[in-house]
T-cell receptor, first 113, second 114 residues
Framework: DQQVKQNSPSLSVQEGRISILNCDYT??????FLWYKKYPAEGPTFLIS?????DKNEDGRFTVFLNKSAKHLSLHIVPSQPGDSAVYFC????????????FGAGTRLFVKA | NAGVTQTPKFRVLKTGQSMTLLCAQD?????MYWYRQDPGMGLRLIHY???????AKGEVPDGYNVSRLKKQNFLLGLESAAPSQTSVYFC?????????????FGPGTRLTVL
């Protein structure tokens, strides 16, 4: 039972355009949502997060939107750059029933120059 | 400042062999974590620690043991390796828990069990 789903395995975007990565979750008890970026042969690096009490968080070119009623979050990258090409993982975290961070399977983003 | 380092980077084991993966962090972080990543899946939490001398089970703890004897080190042990434990293992650390502090990940250890 996948509690966090990233339904698009890959996404291709032209440089300068917007990249939108999506993530759905099933458990309404999650308190916190995070996005990580991963390059090959490296560990994931934290990108941006959002608390369940907010619906938007922005950090430079990266914005995360949270729609709790739809149990959906998205990461917007504007403008996209070739260096953004990586695998992006969304994760949902909570303390109910024990410390828990559930990751999605990832979406590979290709930004074409 | 090396951040989070993992030893070894690669390892091949035979079924039934044992090994220990070492994670070290030099950021004086309280929290440390071990994850595994399998193809087509997200990272799954194996065990974690909220401070020196403490450990707790994550989502997939079976077949693994951990120890946190020193604050800077978090060891993951496989007592009797099985092919199902073939995976990439990531260690991470954070100053506090996920609600306040970022997790910093190591580069990973690729383990193959034959």
């Amino acid at each position: 039972d996948q509690q966090v789903k990233q339904n698009s395995p890959s996404l291709s975007v032209q440089e300068g355009r917007i990249s939108i990565l999506n993530c759905d979750y099933t458990n309404s008890m999650f308190d916190y949502f995070l996005w990580y970026k991963k390059y090959p042969a490296e560990g994931p690096t934290f990108l941006i997060s959002i608390s369940s009490i907010k619906d938007k968080n922005e950090d430079g070119r990266f914005t995360v939107f949270l729609n709790k009623s739809a149990k959906h979050l998205s990461l917007h990258i504007v403008p996209s750059q070739p260096g953004d090409s990586a695998v992006y993982f969304c994760a949902a975290a909570g303390n109910t029933g024990g410390f828990k961070t559930i990751f999605g399977a990832g979406t590979r983003l290709f930004v074409k120059a | 400042n090396a951040g989070v380092t993992q030893t070894p980077k690669f390892r091949v084991l035979k079924t039934g062999q044992s090994m220990t993966l070492l994670c070290a962090q030099d950021m004086n972080h309280e929290y440390m974590y071990w994850y595994r990543q399998d193809p087509g899946m997200g990272l799954r939490l194996i065990h974690y620690s909220v401070g020196e001398g403490t450990t707790a089970k994550g989502e997939v703890p079976d077949g693994y043991n951990v120890s946190r004897l020193k604050k800077q080190n978090f060891l993951l042990g496989l007592e009797s390796a099985a092919p199902s434990q073939t995976s990439v293992y990531f260690c991470a650390s954070s100053l506090g828990d996920f609600t306040t502090d970022t997790q910093y990940f190591g580069p990973g250890t690729r383990l193959t069990v034959l």
